[in-house]
């Protein structure tokens, strides 16, 4: 059970949404999906759950074409859109029976699932509530629950955690990682920790085209070529002073005696930077490495202007 | 389809939809019939049902958009339309589910008054004079001209994510299609064409069955209509994938 792009285009009019995207998910992966709004992560994902055919390229699940076997293959997607569109005057029960019977489960077997869901999803004490009358953490719970009742093997979630509260994402979070377990998972965020918690892997896009296909921790190291350190004096000195150090490449002043310093990575330069305040009496207040976030690695590849 | 039929059946029998839907129905026919002086069986003296199925269709304009006007409007305004062309379940299935469930509704409308029928028969003199052919095939049009309606309704409900803009323009084409073609042909511009144009109206056919006279002709009219419309339908529906 894989989910396979390749060359993937999708045109609006004149715009082009998605650019020749290729990537795979593997069976069994978790991919984090991100990209800045706008960037054609949800395109990607109704095409490839057959809700938009693509301009030209190809999507296969599990080898078969979205385009021209979609039928099989809606059997084989658990899909949560983005923003989570619920009927708001169903009650929850009745709504999983209703999306399990949709996936052709009749009988005692929709029943079991049904209750395996709510008790799954933490739903037990909501399960004869409306859904308008639900919060939207329990709201997002069900249509988890809806996307999981016929026991996919690929799960497409779009944005599963916008607009709940951290506790709230933590939960549902977790739900997800319970969830996939022998599952094939593509989702998309823009929440960084979220994705490094979860992911085996990332593909990032902007504009339509892909920037990134890789580990968390390799696209890191990537990053990772040069080092920022923050250095803090009591009082300020001249900037000049720093950036003659040997392996400092640039020097910011960020005021008040806080300096931003670049420099290569494979020389540490702090001790350089500690003898440097000695010999000329300043006095050092704080110095700090710092790593290369997931944040950091977003910003520097979705920068405007960038491809 | 079955699940997608119970479920919008649900939903009316749910929320007040259905029961209002029902009872402005049957209120209003049965004002007309009985009470009011101008269209009262009472006061025109003659054994028929003609007011309920002159009047019933203009009724059926304003109650049938006003039952299908939501129906893929709100699916598309609340995006819940994605969820379910993302099931396995056919854009053929989808459509039919909610048109079949919206006809059914109209038929449970039309179904107690089935009772004026009894009354009528009974207040004939002597009882049971009156023309039981022409009220049977006159049911058969009213419950087909519902179908028409309907597919018109959902058609309607398709183009915009609005429910006024949809209802508005359903009720103008359910205007059109009823009498709007045997007006046109009326006017005298023509030629031999008129009597073609007049047989495209409901009206026409409608007629003819309300005479008693069961023609296959008039049966496969109102068939064809239905299927054409939700051929259109399906055409819009399947439209996001170009």
Redesign the interface.
Known sequence: MSILIKDLVKCFGTQNAIDSVSFEVKEGEIVGFLGPNGAGKSTTMKIATCYLTPTSGKVKINGLDVTERPEEVKKLIGYLPEHNPLYLDMYVREYLTFSGKVHGLRGIGLTARVDEMIRLCGLTKEQNKKLEALSKGYRQRVGLAQALIHDPKVLILDEPTTGLDPNQIIEIRNLIRSASKDKTVLFSSHIMQEVQALCDRVVVINNGKLVANDQIESLKLEENKAVIIKVEFSDAPAREGLSVIDGINKVEDMGKGIFRVEADANSDVRPAIFKYASDNDLTLVGMQQEEASMESVFHELTKPGQN | ML??FV?EL??FL??LIAYIVISVFLTGIGLLTWVFPDTSVLEYGYADMETLFSLGPYVFMFLIPAITMRMFAEERR???I??L??????DWQIIIGKYLSGWVLVAFAVLPTVVYFWSVWQLGDPAGNIDTAGVIGSYIGLILLGGIFTSIGILSSLVTRNQVVSFIIAVFLCFIFYSGFSSLAAINVWGPGAVLLEQLGILYHYNALSKGLIDTRDLLYFVSVIMAILLFTKMILGS???
């Open positions: 699940q997608i479920k649900n939903g749910n929320s609340s995006g819940t994605e969820l062309l993302t099931k396995p379940i056919t996001r994938r170009w």
